[in-house]
């Protein structure tokens, strides 16, 4: 199970807009027969612990069994494949009809498999992979902080120092067509921080507008205008028309504030598309600048407009350092994603 569970954790922090892997048999609870009568067909294998059924994710990001191979996301499938592989399995049956692959010593095809992989390990594994699982555990801790507006996952995820008061937060996407920023989530849950810090990412805080290739969420609202500030400092009223002028209308602004006053963070690093320039203003200057000559990029002090996110953390947490990383337009290449995540590391450093 530690096994499992690191396992599905990795996974889950290098794909953060995957939907939660579902394990079906494992064994029962004191081993021994797990025949026809816990279910048909009956499981030979499953009797000592060892074994586990893991469901492959589907396209549909439904979290549930796929009924039928074409349901299948076979590159998260691959992926999940290959990490059973690499952390120790000593067979991983897959089914003939999903066009998994992998070492043939390992990786076998058989029949009734097509929803799901078998996981077998060996005896002594459990014991030989204990610190190396601990250590894969303690890397990257995973926070489910809620559900958008359509059901899907948001989370956090966390690395570093977990007793640390000193805490640097990346929100790597907020509008669905900007979210060039969760190649830099990936590359920088890849790194170690330095002690003393603890690092909070959360990949996408608008997965619907991710899925639907738009800016706004699920209800049509522009998340970075639904933050309740700046409309009064600049003599404006609240617009009803205006798509997010109701503050805090939308559940992912609501999951964003409270882990922001939960978190209290010293850093806090909004990507945005596609001004290619580090925006700051007031006190969070000094952190823009230092960034922007770190990744190599132009600094600008800019205000955030009414309704930021930004603008109302800088309002509610003078002490927290806020500000924007405005992408280029497009995906990041890999080299400017480890640049990214270098920055942020060495911006605490």
Not at 319 to 328: G, K, N, Y
């Amino acid at each position: 199970m530690r096994t499992v569970l690191v396992v599905l954790g990795e996974f889950a922090a290098a794909h953060p807009d995957a939907p939660r892997i579902g394990v079906g048999d494992l064994s029962r609870p004191h081993g021994g027969d797990f025949g026809p009568r816990y279910g048909l067909p009956g499981h030979v294998s499953h009797q000592n612990g060892l074994d586990a059924d893991v469901y492959y994710p589907r396209l549909d990001r439904r979290e549930r069994a796929p009924l039928r191979p074409a349901q299948i996301d076979r590159r998260l499938a691959q992926d999940l494949v290959d990490r059973f592989v690499a952390a120790g399995a000593i067979r991983v049956f897959v089914g003939p009809s999903t066009g998994l692959r992998g070492p043939p010593s390992v990786v076998q095809a058989l029949a009734h498999h097509d929803n799901h992989l078998h996981v077998r390990f060996a005896a002594s594994h459990g014991a030989s992979t204990r610190s190396r699982s601990r250590s894969a555990a303690s890397r990257v801790r995973t926070h489910l902080l809620g559900r958008s507006v359509k059901g899907r996952p948001i989370r956090a995820l966390a690395l570093g120092d977990s007793e640390s008061t000193t805490r640097l937060l990346v929100v790597a996407c907020i509008h669905g067509d900007e979210c060039a920023g969760i190649a830099v989530a990936r590359s920088l849950l890849r790194r170690r921080p330095p002690a003393g810090l603890s690092v909070w990412v959360v990949p996408n805080l608008n997965p619907d507008g991710l899925a639907a290739g738009t800016r706004q969420n699920a209800h049509g609202v522009d998340l970075n205008r639904n933050f309740p500030a700046g409309w009064r400092s600049t003599g404006r009223p609240f617009d009803p028309t205006y798509p997010g002028a109701r503050p805090f209308s939308e559940r992912e602004t609501r999951i964003a504030a409270r882990l922001i006053l939960r978190l209290r963070p010293r850093y806090t690093i909004w990507f945005h598309q596609p001004q290619s320039l580090v925006r700051g203003w007031d006190g969070s200057r000094r952190a823009a600048r230092r960034y922007a000559r770190l990744v190599g990029m132009r600094f600008r002090a800019l205000p955030s407009p009414p309704g930021a996110a930004s603008r109302w953390q800088h309002g509610r947490l003078p002490a927290s350092e806020v500000f924007i990383v405005e992408l280029p337009r497009g995906a990041l290449t890999p080299a400017a994603a480890r640049r990214h995540a270098r920055a942020i590391i060495g911006l605490a450093g």
